[in-house]
Each structure stands twice: as C-alpha cells, then as structure tokens.
C-alpha cells in the first residue's frame, strides 16, 4: 500500500477522533473533506469532487462511500477496509444509499457530526444528505472536530514539512536565477514547478502565481504570460508540496532599480516580520500576531496599502483556503504558521511581499526551516543585488 504514515499513527489520530466525539456526545462523524480522509485514513484521491463520505463512530468502525472509480485507489492507498460504492446512474442519489449503510451500524436515531464546511459537500449534495437523513438521525455540524487536532502536527508530519520547505527554496533558487529583462514568465513558472516534481514533491493545493508589469499586483492565479520589461517588478506566490504538505513563499522582485517606495515597504514588512515574531505565543490567539502586523504598518502611514486579512495555517491541502479558524485557536507547539506581510499600492505600482513561516517547537523559541533569508534584497542605489 502506498502509506505515509505507519499504521499505529493512523489509530491513535482515529482514537483522538473519537475522544472529540465523546466530548461533543455525538455518535458518529461524517467526513466529505479530503484532508480529514487523508489525515485518519491515509485515502488519497481528488474523488471528492464527487460525492463520498468517510463515516467514523465511537467503536472505531471506519466505512468509506465512494464511486467505482476510486475502489482501488482507496484499497491502494489507505487503510480502510470497509469501502462501500454508490452505483452510478442518471438519478442516483448516493445519499440514499449511505443511509441504507448507516442504518447496518445502527445509526438510527442517533446524533451524527457532519462536515458542511466541505469541498467534497456542495449545496446540492448537502441537501440530498440532509432529506434522506431527515427523521433518521439527528445531525450536527462538525466541521471543525478534525480540522482541530490537524492543526497540531506529529514528528512524521513535519519531517514531510522540512522536505517541502526544502523544495520550495529550491523553487525560489530557480526563479531568482531566471528572472530578469527579457525573461518569460512561463520559463519561469516551469523551472520552479519542474524542480519540486524533481525531488518527488507533488502538485500544491492551488496554481503558483505570477504577475508583473500590468499584472504585478495580482494576488490570484490567472491565464496568460508576458515577458518582463527592463525595468519591471515580479511577484511570485508559490508553494511547494511534499506527501501533500505545504511550504508557502512570496517575494517580490523588482527588475532593474528598486524604487525609494520599494525601500520602504521592504523596511516596514521587515519590521512587521520581526513583531510578527515576537506576538507567536503559546496559549494566545493566532489573530494578535495579525494585530502585531496591522500595528506596525498602520504606525508607518501604510495602512491604506495593507490587508485586512493575511496569514494561514500550513499543512495538508488539496484546495487551499485561508483558514479562518487558525485566527481564533490558541497557539500550540506543532502549529504551523505562515506571516504574511502584504502591500499594495495601486496608484503608483509598487508592491513588496516578505512573509515567513513559522513552527512553533517549545515554549521559548520558534523553528523555521526555510532557508532563503528574508534580509533586504537591494544593492547599493536601490538596484537589485543580482542585476547590478
């Protein structure tokens, strides 16, 4: 089987499952996010654009519906044994069919956790489970009950987190040494894309993004590339991922001479950095290491060009999504951050991205494993060290 994990890891994050299950006195889970399938089973497919449910109750059964399709690939790749499939037809309706399975573990009656806030639960999907379960069983959000104990990685998790924070600076090298006058964007793109698939990393949860000229200021994916001008400014959003886990970088490169607005937004992002450090506590919320951001940008009459949102958790991601929930969890050890110091100015063009990742290991000190330095870039007249 193609594992990650050992199988004793998988069942002791099922049993912390169950524990929250107790606590919330409900039943049973059902799962419709990929991550949480991957995190308890090690089932790794994209079939959850699909309907699928991976069901979890408190006596340890761990049953997966999911299409033909995907058959092998969970037997392959997981370690679920019960896997059920839904026939596929042109007025199937799967969620018929997991209440036939839930009600062979007894589930009748009972108080079931679901996970609405799901890739894997459209609208339309999450209203055929919620009609067919309808008098069955009672059922209760709990999208957060994995997503929770996710936040806190294992030894074996961020050995898989050093390996794509590795790939990701071996990203960034290759960028760095293609970027300039006449350079394509798409050379660019495939350089950094065909180096992480080179140390056997894996596709990131979202396309890497690129912009310059016109597009510099972009903050999303979008089609198209151009060639970069003499004078010109790259922003690049990439991620490098390894076993599925994430390592996340930004920067901004100005072709030719970096302007005096460049130099400040570099020094004020600098310094956000650094009180972005200091507010990483343990036992205190995600969201005053944002406030420690807003603070310094706001003190240097950068307000107006700032975020009102930025930084996310880091982990295991098929779509990435900025996780609000990090904003309100206390900071634990194993939590990944990612600090995320963002400008944008649209009158004048000028943008600066520093951010930096962050795994809180004990009390007294951060560990990060990223190796590319987020010191100033610019050589002496404001001209890019590497274009001088």
Same mark, same amino acid.
């Given at each position: ?145 994995? *997503?929770?104990? #996710?936040?806190?990685? &294992? +030894?074996?998790? %961020?050995?898989?987190?050093?390996? =794509? $924070? ?56 979008? *089609?198209?590339? #151009?060639?970069?001008? &003499? +004078?010109?400014? %790259?922003?690049?959003?990439?991620? =490098? $991922? ?56 706001? *003190? ?89």
């Amino acid at each position: 089987m193609a594992l990650h994990f050992t199988t004793e890891e998988f069942t002791e994050r099922q049993h912390r499952t169950i524990e929250q299950l107790t606590n919330r006195q409900l039943d049973g889970l059902l799962m419709f996010r990929q991550e949480s399938m991957y995190y308890l089973s090690g089932y790794d497919s994209f079939g959850y654009v699909f309907f699928q449910c991976l069901y979890l109750d408190l006596d340890g059964n761990l049953m997966l519906l999911t299409r033909a399709p995907d058959l092998r690939q969970a037997r392959h790749t997981s370690v679920i044994e019960d896997i059920r499939i839904w026939l596929d037809s042109a007025d199937a309706d799967p969620a018929v069919q997991l209440k036939q399975v839930l009600d062979e573990f007894g589930c009748r009656g009972r108080r079931l956790g679901v996970e609405y806030d799901a890739y894997g639960l459209t609208a339309k999907n999450g209203q055929l489970l919620e009609a067919a379960l309808s008098g069955f069983c009672d059922l209760e959000d709990a999208s957060d009950l994995v *997503s929770r104990l #996710r936040v806190v990685k &294992s +030894q074996a998790e %961020l050995e898989y987190v050093r390996q =794509a $924070a590795e790939l990701a600076d071996l990203a960034h090298d290759e960028a760095y040494r293609l970027a300039g006058p006449g350079a394509n964007e798409g050379d660019i793109l495939a350089a950094m894309q065909g180096v992480i698939f080179s140390g056997d990393g894996d596709y990131p949860g979202n396309e890497f993004i690129i912009g310059s000229g016109p597009d510099a200021l972009l903050c999303r994916y979008k *089609s198209g590339r #151009r060639k970069l001008d &003499s +004078q010109d400014q %790259l922003t690049l959003e990439w991620a =490098a $991922a390894y076993r599925h886990y994430h390592a996340a970088m930004m920067r901004t490169i100005p072709i030719g001479k970096a302007t005096p607005l460049h130099e400040k937004m570099h020094t004020v992002t600098m310094d956000a950095m650094q009180a972005c450090m200091a507010a990483l506590k343990p036992g205190r919320p995600i969201g005053e290491v944002f406030d420690a951001y807003a603070r310094i940008c706001d *003190s240097a009459d950068m307000k107006q060009h700032r975020l009102n949102a930025t930084g996310y958790s880091l982990g295991y991601h098929l779509c990435s999504q900025l996780d609000g929930l990090a904003d309100v969890l206390p900071r634990q050890p194993g939590h990944r951050r990612r600090k995320h110091g963002v400008f944008f100015t649209y009158d004048s063009n000028g943008q600066r991205h520093q951010p930096r990742h962050v795994l809180r290991t004990h009390r007294r000190g951060h560990g990060h494993r990223m190796r590319i330095p987020v010191e100033t870039l610019f050589g002496s007249g404001g001209e890019m060290t590497e274009y001088r």
